[in-house]
């Protein structure tokens, strides 16, 4: 059997912004990675099955944990936490140094008091700001359709820009209205979830949609010229050029 210590102030501290599910899912995590020794294929199902993630939210939660705390190697088949390597190869050369007459003691080894896994978040979101950013966004004017697909997408897509929650809601809501007063075409029927996933706030701005159609072909304006003003009407209801 294979212990070890943590500092569990630090480590309430730095999972503080876990919900209870995410942060146990980590635990199970850093253990699988500990006894696999950093070999952690990159499989998200494989993984789910293997810490005993069953439900719906606790799959989401392995998902959500893997993006924040771990990175993918170069290749893309497995996972790394530098700070869980460092961890590891601690272990190794703690047992090294050891006495060989240690091993007569017990096949129990303790490793050595290492400080958590530091997060390698890119920042840190407070509920109630998410929330509030949200509600920025929300109330633009977009349709309101699909919220919590909307909200886990502009939380995802927060996290990758170099804004804070607020500017970038009023970077998104400016942009919102803007779309929608040049009529855009189809953008005020657009799902918030699927403008914050294609980042569409960043496509070109076309002044004034009312020239094209459907297929993005210009219309021409044949269906407001007056083809009868100048002709004249026969008896039989025909026209005589």
Not at 212 to 232: A, H, I, Q, S
Request: some cysteine.
């Amino acid at each position: 059997m294979t212990k070890i210590e943590f500092d569990i102030i630090q480590w309430r501290a730095e999972t503080r912004h876990l919900s209870l599910i995410e942060a146990a899912v980590y635990f199970e995590l850093i253990g699988e990675y500990l006894i696999h020794k950093g070999n952690v294929k990159a499989d998200i199902s494989l993984l789910q099955k293997r810490i005993g993630a069953k439900s719906e939210a606790e799959k989401q939660a392995v998902e959500y944990v893997l993006e924040e705390f771990f990175t993918l190697a170069e290749d893309g088949l497995r996972y790394l936490n530098p700070d869980l390597d460092e961890l590891i190869n601690s272990n190794a050369t703690h047992i090294e140094n050891q006495n060989v007459a240690d091993k007569t003691k017990g096949s129990d080894q303790l490793w050595p008091t290492v400080a958590s896994p530091t997060p390698r978040r890119k920042k840190t979101i407070e509920t109630a700001e998410l929330v509030q950013a949200f509600n920025t966004f929300w109330e633009a004017g977009m349709v309101k359709t699909g919220k919590q697909n909307a909200l886990k997408s502009f939380k995802s897509v927060l996290k990758t820009t170099d804004l804070d929650s607020s500017a970038f809601a009023e970077m998104l809501a400016k942009d919102i209205k803007t779309r929608l007063a040049s009529n855009q075409y189809g953008f005020s029927k657009m799902h918030p979830a699927t403008y914050l996933n294609g980042r569409r706030w960043e496509d070109q701005l076309i002044e004034d949609d009312t020239n094209y159609t459907p297929c993005g072909l210009r219309k021409n304006n044949f269906d407001d010229v007056d083809y009868e003003g100048d002709l004249e009407q026969n008896e039989d209801g025909s026209y005589a050029f």
